[in-house]
């Protein structure tokens, strides 16, 4: 049984699905929305970079680095073009095809965890179960390895891992996704705080609201009031 | 009318045409979204007939290009698989398997398989989607 708040807190969850292949966007999508997830589906890891305005990693960094009033001119043009980027909705899971043409799925998990990004998890999707393939995602990173087609179960899998993770927090995510918003924000603020403070709840939710077989017990099932 | 489409429903999956991703796709239309899985059906033969003629024009240049066709075959048993297409994803497959050795016959009449269990999916699925709506 899912409650209504699980249901209302799903609804916030925005999901970045990279898939080169059309069906597999569409079957994706309607997995997603129909689990209450927000989509958003782009066509290839190089789409994926520079939805989460990673396009051009060097200047990114240099602009963390150096200070606003400081940064030379052309430092500073590239840290507004990426804030302007990184103003889509906070992303709070991607969900990426592991062969791609351009970059794949495995390095594109590798140039998130290596940019502020880091702490959005990653699946990574293939049709092909191999082994080496699957050891090398999951030790780059990634949450989870899925086999196509992907199914609801999978998608439930996912969302039930994640929220009763003890390192799931979703405030710490996005920072500068977050500093950006700072002006347009009454409504993103108290989305994130409301996320925040209802952490411990969901988590007990999850424990013992749901009664499949294949979760993972990571916290104590507290009594739902 | 609904007899009939559930006993074309049924068929396809005993004689194995359809597998258990079809059945999700099922799963995934409501009052909502009514008409998902004929959008998957069609949005794979617009996309398998666009691999096929990929394929054609690969085989028309010699030497063949093993790996490109390896390429193209894989994505369309990828899509086969997206909705449950047992016996094409079969085929598609067989054909990846004649590939990887550079079996040229092999290859060639393999081929005409996954045409031939394309259509006849593509036959069914209409019939049946037609007596479905029609059912309703």
């Known amino acids: 049984m899912v409650s209504a ?3 209302e807190e799903k609804h ?3 999901v970045l699905a990279v898939d080169d292949s059309h069906i597999d966007r569409k079957l994706l999508e309607r997995l997603l929305t129909f689990s209450s997830y927000q989509v958003t589906c782009v066509d290839s890891g190089d ?30 043009i590239s840290c507004e073009s990426i804030s302007t980027k ?3 909705s906070k992303v709070n899971l991607i969900m990426t095809d592991y062969s791609m043409p351009g970059i794949s799925g ?47 179960s999978d998608v439930e899998k996912i969302h039930s891992n994640l929220i009763s993770s003890t390192n799931y927090n979703p405030c710490e995510e996005n920072a500068i996704a977050e500093i950006e918003k700072s002006n347009n924000t009454k409504r993103e603020g108290s989305e994130i705080d409301k996320n925040c ?26 009594p739902v009031s | 009318m609904e007899r009939q489409a559930a006993y074309l429903r049924n068929a396809l999956f005993d ?12 799963d995934l239309q409501d009052e909502a979204n009514p008409h998902f899985v004929e959008e998957v059906v069609k949005l794979f033969y617009t996309d398998s007939v666009r691999l096929i003629q990929s394929i054609e024009l690969t085989l028309k240049n010699t030497p063949w290009d093993f790996e490109k066709l390896d390429n193209i075959m894989h994505q369309f048993k990828g899509s086969s698989s997206s909705i449950g297409a047992k016996k094409v994803k079969k085929e598609c497959s067989q054909f990846q398997e004649y590939c990887n050795v550079g ?20 036959r069914k699925l209409e019939n049946y989607f037609q007596l479905a709506r029609e059912a309703r």
């Open chain 1, 47 to 76: 789409k994926a970079l520079e939805y989460l305005g990673l396009v051009d990693i060097h200047q990114q960094n240099e602009c963390e680095r150096s200070s606003p009033l400081s940064s030379p001119s052309s430092a500073t």
């Open chain 1, 12 to 14: 916030l969850f925005h």
């Open chain 2, 15 to 26: 004689q194995g045409y359809l597998d258990e991703q079809f059945l999700q796709l099922e």
């Open chain 1, 106 to 152: 495995y390095d594109l998990l590798k140039r998130i965890k290596d940019s502020s990004w880091k702490d959005v998890p990653v699946v990574v999707m293939s049709s092909e179960n191999v082994p080496s393939r699957i050891n090398m995602c999951l030790e780059g990173g990634a949450e989870e390895f899925l086999l196509k087609p992907v199914k609801l």
């Open chain 2, 103 to 122: 079996n040229v016959e092999g290859c060639i009449r393999e081929f005409q398989e996954v045409k031939q269990e394309h259509a006849a999916l593509k």
């Open chain 1, 5 to 7: 708040r699980d249901e």
């Open chain 1, 86 to 88: 990184s103003e889509v």
């Open chain 1, 197 to 222: 403070s209802n952490g411990n709840k969901r988590k007990a939710a999850a424990a013992t609201s749901l009664d499949l077989s294949d979760r993972r017990p990571r916290v104590q099932e507290l």
